[in-house]
C-alpha cells in the first residue's frame, strides 16, 4: 500500500463527505488534501483510542517529532510521507500542523467547557487550522480567504461534535457548554443515558441552530473572487448543513445514532454546489 492509499483510506474512503468534496479537485490537490486530513485523523484516534491519557501524551509528542521528520524529509509514517509531497509543493505552513497537534494536547487535558467562548477555541484550534491547510492547497489570492477558512473549519468541528456528541459523553468527553446545559436543566447523566425530554431537545435544537448560523457566517467572509477554488469548502460546508437540517428534524437522534447522508445525497450536494 502506497502512502497516498493509506491516507485515502483512513481520511476519504468512498461515500464519505470528505470524498464528495474534493471530487472536483485537480489530483495534486485532491491527494495534499486527503494527506492533510489522513493526519487529522491520526490525532482524532489518539484522543478517542488511548485510555491512559499519558500515552495519548507520549503518542502527541511523537507526531509532533514527525512532522519535524517530515519537513526534513525524513517522516516514517505513511501519512506524513505522504504529507511531504504536499508541504512542499503547497508551501504549507508547519506551524499549522504544530497548532493542530497542540489542539489535541489541550483536548486532552480540557473535556468540559464552562461556556460556549471556551467550546469555540477549541472548535478553531483544530477544524479552524485544518480548514486553513485546505484552503491553502486549493488556492487563494485574497488573504481574507484565510479567515473564512478559520471560521468555516470551526463551525464544521461543531456540527461533527453534535453528530457524535452521544458516543463522546459516553467516552467522558462533553463537548457543550456547561452553563447552557444548567440553563436548560440538563446534566451530564442525561447525556450518557440518552435521556431525552424537552429540556434536551430545547437544548440540543438550539446548539444546532448556532452551528447552522456559524456555517452562513462564515460562508459570508468569501471574497468571490476566490469562490470558485474554494470549492471544496463550499462542499464541505453544504454537506454540513443538511446534515444540521436533518438533526433539526429530531434533535435527539444524535443521541441513540450517528446521523449521516446518503453517499447519493453527498454527490447530489455536491454537484449542484459552487
Not at 93 to 112: K, M, S, V, W, Y
Not at 116 to 129: E, K, P, Q, S, Y
Request: proline residues 4%; positive net charge.
Amino acid at each position: 500500500m502506497t502512502p497516498d492509499e493509506y491516507c485515502r483510506d483512513k481520511a476519504a474512503p468512498s461515500g464519505s463527505s470528505l470524498y464528495y468534496s474534493l471530487l472536483f479537485q485537480a489530483p495534486a490537490q485532491r491527494r495534499a488534501n486527503i494527506a492533510v486530513h489522513a493526519f487529522a485523523q491520526e490525532l482524532r484516534d489518539v484522543i478517542n483510542d488511548c485510555r491512559e491519557k499519558e500515552v495519548a501524551r507520549q503518542t502527541l509528542q511523537w507526531w509532533r517529532m514527525e512532522i519535524a521528520r517530515a519537513y526534513a524529509g525524513n517522516a516514517t509514517h505513511p501519512a506524513c510521507q505522504a504529507l511531504q509531497v504536499a508541504m512542499t509543493d503547497f508551501e504549507l505552513p508547519q506551524a499549522a500542523f504544530q497548532a493542530i497537534i497542540e489542539g489535541h494536547e489541550q483536548a486532552l487535558r480540557q473535556t468540559a467547557y464552562p461556556a460556549f467562548a471556551a467550546l469555540d477555541t477549541h472548535c478553531r484550534h483544530l477544524g479552524g487550522t485544518l480548514q486553513q491547510l485546505t484552503a491553502r492547497i486549493s488556492g487563494f489570492r485574497c488573504e481574507e480567504t484565510l479567515d473564512h477558512a478559520l471560521a468555516l473549519g470551526s463551525a464544521i468541528q461543531l456540527t461533527h461534535l453534535l453528530r457524535n456528541i452521544h458516543a463522546d459523553a459516553r467516552g467522558g468527553r462533553l463537548h457543550l457548554p456547561q452553563d447552557e446545559m444548567a440553563q436548560y436543566g440538563v446534566t451530564e447523566k442525561d447525556f450518557i443515558q440518552a435521556r431525552c425530554n424537552d429540556n434536551m431537545q430545547n437544548l440540543l435544537a438550539a446548539q444546532i441552530e448556532r452551528a447552522q448560523g456559524h456555517i452562513i457566517q462564515a460562508l459570508s467572509l468569501l471574497p468571490a473572487r476566490d469562490r470558485s477554488a474554494q470549492r471544496a469548502g463550499l462542499i464541505q460546508a453544504a454537506i454540513c448543513r443538511a446534515l444540521l437540517d436533518k438533526l433539526r428534524k429530531s434533535p435527539c437522534r444524535a443521541m441513540n445514532e450517528q446521523v449521516s447522508l446518503t453517499p447519493l445525497r453527498k454527490l447530489w450536494i455536491a454537484k449542484r454546489t459552487h
